[in-house]
């Protein structure tokens, strides 16, 4: 048996460290002695330096360390030196902490699907403290796996009053994750600025292309030769916020609304799949408008 | 040996025939057996109803007919009759009449390099009379081949005195396709008018996203995770018209401008000489602002 | 609305017709001359001619005609005469006949559950009459939908017993299609033979690459940069039968074997199920040991 | 600018090490502290632990170090102290020193052809010494870049003298790297011995289904839905070596053997060119029969 599969038989002893820095020399080497020196063995690291003027530096590491809930309080107050001579931002995350994740969805209830029976089979390692939906469509998927389903109806009228029921959800379940898994309800900045980077929304067009409303029916308008799905994080440009991932899908000339809107839905459950999951592990850093992604 | 490989050796016997006409029941019926009693033998044919309210007909015909050359006048004269009764659009092209293709190209070789590469293995079937270019970049290139080269330097003043030079080439050779190789100069009305559905663009971009200048650029700024290309014929509204091929090729963060554009070169490669090949092969119908491509 | 929404409407009176006979000219007049004759007006179209010393033609024609059920029995009495003269081998179906389809599965539930979804979203347009596994674990995906299903324990100590039983099933419930989504147990060359054309297998890898059992383990140890799976009709050659579609997903050397089959399940899932969805719109001509498919 | 942007107009200045040990916790923190010690600056790394029994760890690092080259052995002498103490095995290369490339070609160019474009256009940093051939076809195409073209005709009656002859050129041109771009003899192994994980082929299959020889014939018989190239490491397991690439196209019944050829040096140029490029910047590590490649 490898070492690491060992390791991973521990998985309160899996932790994660992802750095943001200004880039100067010695930083791997500093992080790397740092992690060393307090017994983790690193598994895994990614590192990425802006190739621009901002000169920025950003790592990820993944982590073993034998009893590591006893250490991290020690750990994360060693780190606070080394942070502030290097003038990092950084976040420490522990594997036996799941995200709370919350899924928002409408009528199309393909994604809910795809990201449930993802958690299922044990590939997205998150709880599921609730579903939220403006229709009652998913009820009866989502109840029989034992997780509250929430019908709010709501439309742009009624925005604030609905946003309020849910903010109260997302605060009594605690929720670090919010997916919008083709809800098709816009959120107002308010909502947006209470989860940085904390919002993941599955776009049906590969994206800037087909920005807004009804990108299946534009597409074939502007008869396109492939589809696609963009899955971002929301911020309050509509449609505009980091992309975390896209596909696409190669459709021809008698494919009409309803086929391209059929296919559309298999890119759209393995792109927000995969963003989802990516989130998950901590692969994700917002750097501007844009993504890095460690897979 | 199958009897489609004795067709093919006698190319002069091949012919092609388009047909767009209202749908309406016995077109098929009505065709083919006008075929079969010219003594024509079809070798492939394709059709498309459209799937909206204007319920037009479109097929394609590949077919073998001995002494084709000698038979066609008559054969032509015969059709006139059936294209009035179904109010038919067609179009008779034989395969041993080469499209005489003229390729147009700025500084940027590569589209110009696997045009001229897949002619000289024999993928293209056209005939290549002159290469023009507003840079002299390409013509070491062109001239070894025996190709005629000519150097018409270009900007948005002398627009005029420079379509009206290359307007005479394309008279003076006869031309009846018109291929941008990343050829970056816009084309004026006056010009893109004397050329319908003739004129093929290859755009570095994914359309409709980034439209207009600078699109790696842009693509970069967006972060986007997948590059593209767009091959389509040329109208008036800039990077607006019937979209012909599309492709993409994945990328992600550690991609900078420069890589993006060798990323996308590869694209733009092969989704211009798909284009070519299709157009070469008359598996191209303009239906509106779409094309329904046969292949 | 376009005339084929119409038509679409009136499922009952859509009808496809696939022939099979020696290339010689007049066969599309001929058989478009027939349609017409009957009333039959043609909505999709497609042909082959083998490009090989057999010198075969095949076509498959779908079709909109009123009142089709009142009229099929004289409409293929009435083609006796034509498939005599051409000596075609040919196959009327009726979209309103609804294929009978038996799914085989073991332990592994992701390739049944796709075809479910795809069956209730209205995707694969198939009766479900049972599901049969040697294995408990589908009984409760499989019953609450209110399909019967069916506990054979099989091994091969027992294949003939557990043969009659589902052989009996089959007669019992009029079967006319069997999937085998990861159904891990070899059928008899008797049971294969009842069912010719008729069994849709998926195997998990791109064959003939990894023929035969543990094909994520082989495929790990030989270090391949894709995996694929293989959708095919079962003959008595293990893994040999026709091919119907094949699909790949890039891996790289860090994916280890729960990996692999992890990423192999998601292209097994899309392969059967585009498979299935094209066996049930009779686009599948088998030729030899190969597949013509219309799509 | 960016740092590295700087850093890369130093290009003597560009340094690479590759590690290989057994894994044990402390190894980055040796490593990127002994570079951070020397004044390098790390570009790029990147790790990988094996996921057997065997515990392997493995790293690549691109640094940055002013000096490079008056530096150089005074680091790779420092390095032996820790290389012992952790068992590793290593390699340093410098980006001031192009590997010197041998292309072996036979009669089809295509592969070749590719290679030259690439390296034309900057994207493969090597020289090419010399091109090597059994036919005359590639001279024409390999003298006017002013790279010798030795003509050596090849069967297998006269192999070991024809092995001499190349065996004296590898020497006389100080060869580190073989190109097999479509070279349809077999090497011998005294021949392939010479030249560990140094010879690079391009099988014309999706290894390893249709290993040996006309895999496409053989794809084409066993109907195939997509057709692949595979770039390895020579062995002297014919076809067996490591893999350092796949892709595929996908093909259907129309497709005849010319067909799938001509698709298929579609997929074959771009995998072989991908792989050099990967060899040439030293991001391949070879593991037992397998590849791991940092990209």
Redesign the interface.
């Known amino acids: ?5 060992q390791y991973y038989k521990e998985k309160e002893n899996i932790g994660r460290l992802l750095v943001k820095c200004p ?1 100067k ?2 930083i ?2 500093a992080l ?2 740092f ?2 020196d307090h ?1 983790a ?15 920025m530096f950003y790592i990820r590491f993944e982590y073993y360390c034998e009893e590591l809930l006893e250490k991290r309080s020690q750990m994360e107050g060693d780190f606070l030196e080394l942070a502030a001579a290097f003038k990092m931002d950084y976040t420490f995350t522990y594997n036996n902490k799941q995200k709370r994740s919350a899924i928002f969805v409408s009528k199309e209830v ?1 994604c809910l ?1 795809e990201l449930l ?1 993802e958690w299922q ?1 044990g ?1 997205l390692d998150m709880d599921i403290p609730l579903v939220i939906s403006n229709h009652e469509t998913a009820r009866e998927i989502v109840e029989p796996l034992g997780i509250p389903f929430y019908y709010i109806p709501a439309n742009k009228d009624i925005r604030e009053e609905v946003e309020a029921k849910q903010m109260e959800l997302m605060e009594e379940y605690d929720i670090d994750l919010l997916i919008l898994a083709r809800y098709m309800q816009i959120l107002t900045p308010n909502f947006v600025e209470r989860f940085p980077n904390q919002i993941i929304n599955i776009h049906h067009s ?5 920005i807004g409303a009804r990108p299946y029916e534009r597409a074939y308008e ?5 589809i ?1 799905a963009t899955s971002h994080y929301v911020t309050n440009d509509l449609d505009e916020g ?7 899908e190669r459709v ?3 494919d ?1 609304v309803p086929m391209l809107k ?1 296919i559309g839905q ?1 890119v759209e459950r ?1 792109v927000l799949a995969r963003a989802v999951k990516w989130h998950l592990q901590d692969r994700i850093i917002v ?1 501007d ?5 460690f897979h």
Chains 1, 2, 3, 4 share one sequence.
């Open positions: 048996m490898s070492i690491f599969t880039n020399p010695g791997v080497a790397s002695k992690l060393f017994g063995d690193i598994i895994e690291s990614s590192q990425y330096s802006s190739d621009d003027e901002s000169n393909h699907m029976w089979s590939d590969f994206l800037p292309a087909f502007r008869g396109v030769k492939l696609g980091p992309i975390i991932e896209q596909d696409i021809d000339h008698r009409n059929k298999q393995r750097k408008n844009k993504t890095i992604v």
